[in-house]
């Protein structure tokens, strides 16, 4: 048989090896994060066998933040909640914030704005007062991004300012160019074309310093967008080029292929077709190598614009429908995709809400009926069970029996030791009862005051007697002082029992006078003893 300290042992090994495989499983979320998502996996069903559910909590978060990265956002935002609920109730305000902030993201890309804004505020709320700098920063460029998607830019600009004063406080260079380029961004929504090329060339030259190409080639494809968005296509076109020599040589294929459509719509403008062509024919190979319906519709309709600037208004027009037809599906299956996202997400939010419902009705039905001081049954309950068990024991024609218990001198026990320690004394004794009535159709009640009442059902005079005498022995046996009682130096109980075979014409209120009736014969004879009343 295993030991105490042996079973702790283990479970402390179990717990850390569960922390282990999280931290594995975060570790590996970006480079392998197919891996990462089996070893959450197995994390996660081994915090659920354990009873460990911050690391249950732990692993479903990981595995919201694989799906959130994989666009499954339906799961996303599941084991997301899942996580959430439980550091609720573990109170793990860290937990919380973090979950929070994936949820916001995933609720942002479903279109659920709303939600995606109130899971980040309430992130934010936790990390203010923690004044967590470094998450505050990722927080205020989300919540930016979500005001921008809103096209509340005002709002956005506010965020966006805030996230560049703190990531400069901590001279985070990559925090700092994100800043830049999302304010640049919104200025160009804006209109403010000069604003946003001076914080996108600041970003530029940020991700130059660092070394970081994919950033750069970012930088420079804004940076032609606000050329374009002017009229200058030519200067648009050589921040392009920059563009798509650094996407080339990292293989992006799907950003190659945009922008290959992007130089070749501009080559339409500024009348050289042919290489429009060139450029329209890569973009069309590549986005149906990488199977991109949207970069497919975009080639589409430029295709068309090149057909037309030509003069060849059949192949315009083949272009036209094709590309109305693919815009038609694409709405279609994004505005289907969006409203079954959200449709996921309210069914989710009800049955949770339904689940925590059903919850606080249970706790609340079950406070209805437990003593507050004790925990055992109230009288409320008492009279319940009583009538229920007096009915089943009148259909079988079997004996009903009830105990009433009375802690002797309790008044003095109060006024000797005070309130709290006699709180307490109610609270040992009511458990040394439950302990000798342990049926499932036996049951221990506070009746009122320092009175306790038990029920014990199919049991005949004999049977209660026993249970009297374990019930006074079993408070004997605690062995609580009393040094103002008048018969003994320590706690002690009188009883009166009454037994019956409950009949039609009898109300199971006399079953419980003629106990106490027995109970006044206890105290008005000396105290601590039994008394069974007899007709």
């Given at each position: 048989?295993?030991?105490?300290?042996?079973?702790?042992?283990?479970?402390?090994r179990?717990?850390?090896?569960?922390?282990?495989?999280?931290?594995?499983?975060?570790?590996?979320s970006?480079?392998?994060?197919?891996?990462?998502?089996?070893?959450?996996?197995?994390?996660?069903?081994?915090a659920?066998?354990?009873?460990?559910?911050?690391g249950?909590a732990?692993?479903?978060?990981?595995?919201?933040?694989?799906?959130?990265?994989?666009?499954?956002?339906?799961?996303?935002?599941?084991?997301?909640?899942?996580?959430?609920?439980?550091?609720?109730?573990?109170?793990?305000?860290?937990?919380?914030s973090?979950?929070?902030?994936?949820?916001?993201?995933?609720?942002r890309?479903?279109?659920?704005?709303?939600r995606?804004?109130?899971?980040?505020?309430?992130?934010?709320?936790?990390?203010?007062?923690?004044?967590?700098?470094?998450?505050?920063?990722?927080?205020?460029?989300?919540?930016?991004?979500?005001?921008?998607?809103?096209?509340q830019?005002?709002?956005?600009?506010?965020?966006?300012?805030?996230?560049?004063?703190?990531?400069?406080?901590?001279?985070?260079?990559?925090?700092?160019a994100?800043?830049?380029?999302?304010?640049g961004?919104?200025?160009?929504?804006?209109?403010?074309?000069?604003?946003?090329?001076?914080?996108h060339?600041?970003?530029?030259?940020?991700?130059?310093?660092?070394?970081?190409?994919?950033?750069?080639?970012?930088?420079?494809?804004?940076?032609?967008?606000?050329?374009?968005?002017?009229?200058?296509?030519?200067?648009?076109?050589?921040?392009?080029?920059?563009?798509?020599?650094?996407?080339?040589?990292?293989?992006?294929?799907?950003?190659?292929?945009?922008?290959?459509?992007?130089?070749?719509?501009?080559?339409?403008?500024?009348?050289?077709?042919?290489?429009?062509?060139e450029?329209?024919?890569?973009?069309?190979?590549?986005?149906?190598?990488?199977?991109?319906?949207?970069?497919?519709?975009?080639?589409?309709?430029?295709?068309?614009?090149?057909?037309?600037?030509?003069?060849?208004?059949?192949?315009a027009?083949?272009?036209?429908?094709?590309?109305?037809?693919?815009?038609?599906?694409?709405?279609?299956?994004t505005?289907?995709?969006?409203?079954?996202?959200?449709?996921?997400?309210?069914?989710?939010?009800?049955?949770?809400?339904?689940?925590?419902?059903?919850?606080?009705?249970?706790?609340?039905?079950?406070?209805?009926?437990?003593?507050g001081?004790?925990?055992i049954?109230?009288?409320?309950?008492f009279?319940?069970?009583?009538?229920?068990?007096?009915?089943?024991?009148?259909?079988?024609?079997?004996?009903?029996?009830?105990?009433?218990?009375?802690?002797?001198?309790?008044?003095?026990?109060?006024?000797?030791?005070?309130?709290?320690?006699?709180?307490?004394?109610?609270?040992?004794?009511?458990?040394?009862?439950?302990?000798?009535?342990?049926?499932?159709?036996?049951?221990?009640a506070?009746?009122?005051?320092?009175?306790?009442?038990i029920?014990?059902?199919?049991?005949?005079?004999?049977?209660?007697?026993?249970?009297?005498?374990?019930?006074s022995?079993?408070?004997?046996t605690?062995?609580?002082?009393?040094?103002a009682?008048?018969?003994?130096?320590?706690?002690?109980?009188?009883?009166?029992?009454?037994?019956?075979?409950?009949?039609?014409q009898?109300?199971?209120?006399?079953?419980?006078?003629?106990?106490?009736?027995?109970?006044?014969?206890?105290?008005?004879?000396?105290?601590?003893?039994?008394?069974?009343f007899?007709?």
């Amino acid at each position: 048989m295993n030991s105490p300290v042996g079973n702790l042992l283990e479970r402390k090994r179990l717990i850390e090896r569960i922390d282990s495989l999280n931290q594995r499983a975060l570790s590996l979320s970006t480079e392998r994060p197919a891996e990462s998502l089996d070893v959450a996996g197995k994390a996660e069903a081994l915090a659920l066998g354990a009873d460990y559910p911050r690391g249950t909590a732990t692993a479903a978060h990981i595995a919201a933040l694989f799906h959130l990265r994989s666009g499954d956002l339906q799961s996303a935002v599941k084991k997301g909640r899942e996580s959430l609920d439980i550091f609720t109730e573990l109170e793990d305000r860290d937990g919380m914030s973090s979950t929070l902030n994936t949820l916001g993201i995933a609720y942002r890309n479903i279109g659920s704005f709303d939600r995606g804004l109130d899971c980040l505020m309430r992130s934010l709320k936790i990390e203010s007062a923690k004044n967590n700098l470094r998450n505050l920063v990722k927080l205020y460029g989300n919540i930016g991004n979500i005001f921008d998607s809103m096209g509340q830019y005002s709002d956005g600009l506010h965020y966006y300012t805030k996230c560049l004063s703190i990531s400069q406080q901590l001279s985070d260079e990559n925090a700092t160019a994100d800043a830049h380029s999302n304010l640049g961004t919104c200025y160009h929504h804006l209109g403010e074309y000069e604003k946003s090329a001076k914080y996108h060339r600041k970003a530029l030259k940020i991700r130059e310093s660092l070394g970081d190409e994919h950033g750069i080639s970012i930088c420079l494809n804004n940076l032609g967008m606000i050329y374009e968005q002017q009229g200058k296509y030519q200067r648009a076109l050589k921040y392009y080029h920059k563009s798509l020599d650094i996407k080339v040589r990292l293989n992006m294929k799907l950003e190659t292929a945009r922008i290959c459509n992007t130089i070749g719509n501009l080559c339409t403008i500024l009348g050289n077709h042919e290489e429009a062509s060139e450029y329209l024919e890569r973009g069309r190979r590549l986005a149906g190598e990488v199977k991109s319906q949207t970069a497919i519709r975009e080639n589409l309709a430029y295709l068309s614009s090149l057909a037309r600037a030509k003069g060849d208004w059949e192949r315009a027009f083949v272009h036209h429908l094709a590309f109305h037809n693919l815009d038609k599906q694409i709405f279609n299956s994004t505005r289907i995709a969006s409203m079954e996202a959200q449709l996921e997400i309210m069914t989710s939010e009800l049955y949770s809400a339904n689940r925590k419902l059903e919850e606080a009705n249970a706790k609340l039905s079950t406070m209805s009926v437990t003593d507050g001081l004790t925990g055992i049954s109230n009288r409320r309950r008492f009279e319940e069970f009583l009538g229920t068990e007096w009915s089943r024991c009148m259909r079988r024609s079997a004996p009903i029996s009830i105990i009433m218990v009375d802690i002797d001198f309790f008044k003095l026990y109060n006024d000797n030791y005070g309130h709290i320690t006699g709180d307490q004394c109610l609270k040992t004794v009511a458990d040394a009862l439950a302990s000798t009535a342990r049926r499932s159709t036996d049951l221990v009640a506070r009746y009122g005051g320092e009175e306790f009442a038990i029920v014990l059902s199919d049991t005949d005079s004999r049977g209660a007697v026993q249970v009297a005498r374990s019930a006074s022995c079993a408070v004997r046996t605690l062995g609580i002082p009393h040094s103002a009682s008048r018969i003994s130096d320590r706690v002690t109980v009188s009883i009166g029992l009454a037994t019956m075979v409950p009949a039609a014409q009898d109300p199971c209120s006399d079953l419980v006078s003629r106990a106490d009736r027995a109970l006044y014969f206890s105290k008005s004879h000396g105290r601590d003893r039994i008394t069974m009343f007899e007709s």
